[in-house]
């Protein structure tokens, strides 16, 4: 059956069966979670941590037969391999042609005189093993498709050089410095050459600020002092790339990491503020240009991005009736939506019709949510994860997934 076909008959069964969102229910959703990033390091950063990871262009799954859910698996497996006991998880997860290669805790340590850093502490997938396995020598990590090669970098940040970390010895085969303090990785594609995001100060800082609502002080983000200073496309084979100074875009405090189009012959960064989940790109000279036509619809916080076949687009969050959640598809070419989908946030595509996503627990009011594999015409759901416990009300997650094509 074509994407048509499918795309086609769902619609006339969820127009039948899905009870509309209320007018501006989208607005509203959309507003709370941008004032969750302001609140919490885990919501100003999971988005682009996600999209960093996230890899490109492989082949394609066979559409037809059952989904087969297995308890363990293979890296060069396409099944769904699932631990929905475990969360977070010990043991690999993966659906298709995406795996979850790392997952991420997040912890403010004071720093003194009113300011603090959110630092993440990452386990990363023994892909010999598969078992996920801590390592806390690490600040950032974006992992290469394949699942064989990290790009790391070290505890403080600004860091001045890039670790290639093999996932299998846990050792670095070669260091890579760059000329400014960068805060922020991407691989391409292709896994043949990083984007590395440079910063003046650490992305990741806090400051106390007053509660007005309960009068007790708490830890938000920086306004000032905070700033991207551009990037560095780097060849991975040769170490070398060339700085380009490219200043901050954002009105509010946020990381702007950059990532490379579907391409590769272009990157683009979140935009924070108003806009907040919009994008801007640049050419690899640091000149704003016009987004492909491809991608002039996305979102930078949804990670799933474009499927496979470039044919349909992950959107955001459109309504949640119920406790059940919907996220919108759409037409890349013209972000007409297409059909909905089960899942909170889309995080990535196991292949043309089905997408790993997290879904919250419709059983309870707070958000509390797991990993799952949705697939486009189907209310089904195959849990993949255990359930998270939120870290508060406004439904921070205890640990971010970091996933990469296998």
Not at 12 to 38: I, M
Not at 164 to 191: M, N, Q
């Amino acid at each position: 059956m074509s994407v048509e076909d499918l795309v086609r008959d769902a619609l006339r069964e969820q127009a039948a069966q899905q009870p509309p969102a209320p007018a501006g229910f989208a607005d509203r959703v959309l507003g709370a979670r941008r004032r969750r990033r302001t609140r919490r390091l885990a919501s100003v950063a999971v988005a682009t941590a996600a999209v960093l990871a996230v890899g490109i262009g492989v082949p394609l799954l066979d559409s037809g037969g059952k989904t087969d859910v297995r308890p363990s698996g293979v890296l060069d497996s396409r099944d769904v391999v699932a631990h929905p006991d475990q969360g977070p998880p010990r043991e690999l997860i993966a659906a298709g042609r995406s795996a979850m290669a790392a997952y991420y805790t997040v912890q403010i340590v004071p720093r003194g005189s009113g300011h603090a850093t959110g630092e993440r502490t990452y386990w990363l997938l023994n892909p010999g093993t598969g078992r996920y396995e801590k390592d806390d020598r690490w600040s950032f990590v974006a992992v290469a498709p394949g699942l064989r090669t990290a790009a790391v970098l070290e505890r403080t940040l600004p860091a001045p050089r890039i670790g290639l970390l093999d996932l299998a010895t846990r050792k670095v085969e070669r260091w890579i410095p760059v000329s400014h303090g960068i805060g922020g990785l991407a691989f391409s594609g292709d896994g043949r050459r990083l984007v590395a995001t440079t910063y003046a100060d650490n992305p990741d800082g806090f400051q106390e600020v007053l509660d007005s609502r309960t009068g007790r002080s708490e830890w938000g983000p920086v306004f000032d002092g905070l700033s991207r200073t551009g990037f560095a496309v780097v060849d991975v084979a040769t170490g070398k790339g060339t700085w380009v100074a490219v200043a901050a875009g954002r009105e509010f405090p946020g990381r702007e990491d950059f990532a490379f189009s579907r391409a590769g012959d272009l990157l683009y960064s979140r935009i924070v503020g108003p806009r907040d989940g919009m994008q801007q790109f640049y050419d690899f000279r640091g000149r704003k240009v016009a987004a492909p036509a491809n991608e002039r619809h996305l979102r930078s916080d949804v990670s799933a991005r474009l499927s496979p076949d470039g044919r349909l687009a992950a959107w955001g969050l459109v309504a949640e009736p119920h406790h059940t959640s919907y996220s919108s598809i759409r037409d890349p070419l013209t972000g007409k939506e297409i059909i909905r989908v089960r899942g909170a946030q889309l995080v990535a595509w196991s292949d043309d019709k089905r997408l790993v996503a997290w879904e919250r627990d419709p059983n309870v009011e707070r958000y509390r949510p797991r990993l799952v594999l949705v697939t486009i015409g189907s209310g089904e759901v195959v849990p993949l994860s255990g359930f998270q416990e939120p870290n508060d009300w406004y439904g921070d997650r205890d640990w971010e997934p970091v996933f990469a094509e296998r």
